[in-house]
């Protein structure tokens, strides 16, 4: 067993969405935050001998805790076609730190088990939810806890020995709502779009053997979790197959120009569900990342891809390759429906003092203005609200701590 100083970062389970459908109500590993969220928690010492600071090597001087914030852009996956030099983007939207102890005069002991507390704010930006897609994009918001030594030889105080450190993830997602079916009609060809208040309806035939298809949709926006089950005409000889698309869109950096731009947006897209042939459910998953399209990098859309496959009637005497010819060749397809995945519940809006994260400069762009290299257009642009470190009781819309006091007598109030 170790003798060396070791940390560990928690949160207070009472903040954040909780996930429901987590077996342990007190689990905050999947604890969900977004704007305006308030984070409570503490960075507990583990010190197993409850060793004095002198006999550790390096001696601790500092505890800080800092909430860091990025989105990575590596490029599309097995893509040619893409130029290496436009793959790669980074851009940090915030790293904002405290420190929670120093190694002073009357300093609190690093015992075992202390705890050192802190609450942050998050600012009401939207930003990118939480995400990391191998080796196409990654969205990351972190709490980092670093137990360090005192300054080097150099006097920067940034220049120290690491002794400890702790990091603990957090799952952001932004406020995203979710709104009722609008009225709407469109003919395509044999297929036909017929929208109203509250249902999404799409129907076709199959001339050539006079068969209906219809499919009744009673929502086009969800929350993860819930369960896609629409209402469906077809004739006996098929089953409905329901599969759940995500595609990202990619945006050009800086680099290629605006966003613009007239040029094709590159896409990349995902297989979410593959719903089982003739079941008319597709169960919507717990963690699925919601739509949004205010992203600088890449943005998030969902389509709904429904076709009727002829049933297997166990045809004898026929190959499994002719008769799986035979079936595609009788496949009926419906045009994609696009799907939106909120994260607010039905009835529910987004504040009005959200703002996107794209309104504001970025780290980058401020240190370009530093050095005089901003254009008009970029100083325009205010800077990005950042995370406030706040006391438990300064934080927007909490209740005030209670105080045990008696009111004035009635005879000095009036």
Request: hydrophobic share 30%; charged share 25%.
């Amino acid at each position: 067993m170790s003798n060396r100083i070791k940390l560990s970062i928690h949160l207070c389970p009472e903040f954040g969405w909780t996930n429901t459908t987590s077996s342990n109500p007190m689990d905050t590993s999947k604890t969900v935050f977004g704007p305006g969220s308030v984070l409570k928690g503490f960075v507990r010492i583990h010190n197993p001998a409850s060793l004095p600071l002198l006999n550790q090597d390096p001696k601790p001087d500092r505890l800080r805790i800092i909430f860091h914030a990025s989105e990575t852009f590596i490029g599309i996956p097995s893509s040619d076609l893409y130029p290496s030099e436009q793959r790669y983007q980074h851009e940090q939207f915030f790293g904002s730190q405290r420190i929670l102890w120093t190694n002073k005069d009357n300093s609190i002991p690093l015992e075992d088990g202390i705890e050192f507390q802190f609450t942050i704010q998050l600012p009401m930006v939207q930003f990118p939810a939480s995400m990391e897609i191998d080796n196409f994009y990654k969205c990351k918001f972190r709490l980092s806890a670093y137990l360090e030594g005192a300054c080097r030889a150099t006097n920067n105080d940034n220049d120290r020995s690491l002794v400890a450190e702790a990091l603990f993830p957090i799952h952001y997602r932004p406020h995203i709502k979710t709104r009722a079916i609008k009225q709407h009609h469109h003919q395509d060809g044999a297929v036909t779009t017929c929208q109203h208040q509250h249902r999404y309806i799409l129907e076709t035939m199959d001339k050539q053997r006079q068969k209906k298809f219809r499919v009744q949709l009673n929502a086009l926006e969800y929350i993860a979790g819930d369960t896609i089950e629409p209402l469906i005409h077809q004739p006996p000889s098929h089953e409905i197959h329901m599969q759940l698309f995500r595609e990202f869109i990619i945006h050009p950096s800086s680099r290629e120009g605006s966003r613009s731009s007239n040029k094709k947006k590159k896409t990349f897209q995902q297989l979410i569900v593959n719903g089982n042939e003739g079941h008319p459910l597709l169960e919507l998953p717990d963690d699925l990342i919601p739509s949004y399209s205010f992203g600088r990098m890449v943005s998030v859309t969902y389509k709904l891809r429904i076709s009727f496959h002829p049933k297997d009637t166990g045809t004898g005497g026929i190959s499994g390759l002719l008769l799986n010819s035979l079936k595609s060749s009788n496949v009926v397809s419906l045009p994609d429906i696009p799907i939106q995945i909120g994260t607010l519940a039905y009835g529910l809006r987004p504040s009005d003092e959200l703002q996107v994260y794209t309104e504001f400069k970025t780290m980058f762009q401020r240190q370009k203005q530093r050095d005089n290299e901003e254009n008009e257009e970029e100083e325009e642009l205010p800077p990005l609200p950042v995370p406030k470190y706040v006391s438990s009781v300064e934080y927007k819309d909490a209740l005030p701590v209670y105080e045990d006091y008696e009111l004035p007598p009635y005879q000095e109030v009036f």
